[in-house]
């Protein structure tokens, strides 16, 4: 396994009336973050806020390229980006112990928090697909380049992991700094994961090694 220190390359916030960020997930174009009651974007060059959608957020955000999938205590809700509504909701697989969420290979992907897993499951029925067992505390989930990466929150420390994704063992861990929880994650399709901040309304992109 390679391990080294997280490299944070910018951090962006704090965001107004953000205590802490839930959900981190990427349009192709903005990064759009979790907050409790809203859904907000913001432009990953300028870091300028653009807009937000008002929705239960209360844990992760995944996107499928035409829709937000977001977890809202026991549900996920698939919401229209265009207008913020609710089009369809299906359990949720922690049964509201769950945390990060992406999209892959049209399935969702769901971390489980204090049962240290992650499930991959039917974004039309929630049925779960595969169980994936992780060490620590599961936060953010998501794929790039067919990397699966997770982030672990235990204690006062948090890492990312790449994680093989059949059998959970760990690839590579990247080490954040004391006191820099991670919740959500997304990678931005590059050399950029985002991480939303258990204890303040910040999103930091760390460098993904390449």
């Known amino acids: 396994m390679k391990q080294s220190a997280a490299e944070i390359l910018r951090e962006y916030g704090p965001f107004r009336d953000v205590e802490r960020v839930h ?21 990953p060059e300028s870091g300028q806020n653009l807009r937000s959608i008002d929705v239960a957020a209360h844990a992760g955000t995944a996107w499928d390229g035409r829709h937000f999938f977001q977890l809202a205590n026991d549900l996920i809700q698939k919401i229209d980006p265009d ?9 949720a697989p922690g049964g509201g112990g769950d945390s990060g969420l992406t999209w892959a290979e049209g399935t969702l992907w769901v971390g489980q928090y ?11 029925t ?12 599961v936060t953010g989930v998501t794929w790039v ?7 672990t929150w235990e204690g006062d420390q948090s890492d990312l ?36 901040s258990t204890s303040a309304g910040v999103v930091r992109a760390v460098r993904r090694p390449r």
């Open 23 to 43: 959900g981190v997930s990427f349009d192709g174009n903005n990064v759009w973050f979790a907050s409790g009651e809203k859904l907000s974007a913001f432009d």
């Open 161 to 196: 992991r790449r994680v093989d994704p059949k059998s959970g063992k760990v690839l590579e861990k990247l080490d954040m700094p004391a006191g820099m929880g991670v919740s959500g994650l997304e990678s931005d399709g590059g050399d950029r994961l985002y991480c939303g």
């Open 114 to 124: 204090r049962e240290r897993k992650i499930h991959q499951i039917d974004p039309e």
């Open 145 to 151: 380049e067919g990397e699966l990466w997770h982030a």
């Open 83 to 91: 207008t913020g509504q609710v089009l369809a909701t299906i359990p």
């Open 126 to 137: 929630g049925a779960i697909l595969r169980t994936i067992e992780s060490n620590r505390f």
